[in-house]
């Protein structure tokens, strides 16, 4: 049964209607990426002095001009890397939380942690993006063996490790793959198929977060023509991926990818792993303040080991 901690943030969320303000059609679409747009632009508060006091070392670094943090334990060679992807539907910028967890991967994985700011929606496409984050997976290829490499994304970031496997594989195939993805209520299929859709309707209910219709309205800003194969990896030839490991709560309407999920590792033979969440909301592991979000970010830490 989930904590009292838990009832209460997710009642916080469902009280703060955050699915409601996601749930915009028309000219109120329109001015929510405009919102966030400028939301973009603002600078990240960094926790410089809290990762310090806590043993890490932050390096900053600029690659294709893109901002990119390197976090590790201080004084030490990690064995591993782990390239950090944040979610956001794309739209929406990291916080100091994404920092902080990259934090806790480095010191429990023995991994230096690449955390890219990478371009977003409205004003950039998602292959913009991955070939953002494809200069920071390469860059960190030039330290690491690809076998020592790992992909973390939560929610659209999970989607984008899946994409950037697809665009890799598809455009650069010189360039090898990461050993593994670990994903946190990753987009698999944008805009979903009409079973996945039906699904999500019975789900809705349940889900304080994510509005069904965000992924039609959303799908377009993000890829449209020979570029929207990008954004469905559940329609696409996925063999020679890496292992997939994923964590999806029953109370969010990505729930919905699960089976179909199973069925398309299946069928090209990729190894996968899924962890679900009994009650859990879209992406219950960032509220670092509920026990069950302690618990889950030990699976992932597991995973990346």
Not at 68 to 91: E, M, N, Q, R, W
Not at 170 to 184: A, D, G, I, R, Y
Not at 187 to 194: L, S, T, Y
Not at 203 to 232: C, N, T
Request: overall charge positive; glycine content about 6%; proline content about 7%.
């Amino acid at each position: 049964m989930p904590s009292l901690r838990y009832r209460m943030a997710e009642k916080m969320f469902s009280i703060l209607g955050v699915n409601k303000m996601l749930d915009k059609e028309g000219a109120q679409w329109e001015k929510l990426l405009a919102d966030y747009s400028k939301k973009q632009k603002k600078p990240l508060k960094v926790p410089y002095k809290k990762l310090k006091d806590e043993g890490f070392e932050l390096i900053r670094k600029d690659l294709g001009g893109v901002t990119v943090y390197a976090v590790k334990v201080k004084d030490t060679k990690p064995s591993k890397a782990v390239l950090y992807l944040f979610g956001g539907g794309y739209i929406l910028p990291p916080d100091t939380g994404d920092l902080i967890l990259c934090g806790q991967i480095a010191k429990a994985c023995d991994a230096e942690v690449w955390f890219p700011i990478y371009p977003m929606a409205p004003d950039h496409r998602l292959v913009e993006t991955l070939d953002s984050t494809l200069a920071v997976y390469r860059h960190i290829l030039t330290r690491f063996a690809p076998e020592k490499v790992r992909i973390f994304g939560t929610s659209s970031g999970g989607g984008q490790a899946l994409s950037l496997c697809l665009y890799i594989k598809n455009n650069f195939p010189e360039t090898p793959l990461p050993h593994k993805l670990v994903l946190q209520s990753a987009g698999m299929q944008v805009p979903p198929d009409a079973k996945q859709k039906a699904e999500m309707e019975k789900l809705k209910k349940l889900d304080v977060m994510i509005p069904p219709a965000f992924f039609d309205r959303i799908a377009p800003v993000l890829a449209q023509g020979s570029e929207a194969y990008l954004l469905s990896p559940l329609l696409c030839d996925i063999s020679g991926f890496p292992a997939l490991e994923v964590f999806y709560g029953t109370h969010e309407v990505m729930y919905a990818y699960v089976d179909d999920l199973k069925a398309h590792c299946k069928k090209y033979s990729v190894p996968l792993t899924v962890h679900i969440g009994e009650g859990m909301m879209h992406c219950w592991g960032a509220m670092d303040f509920v026990p069950e979000a302690k618990a889950v970010r030990q699976e992932y830490f597991k995973a990346l080991r």
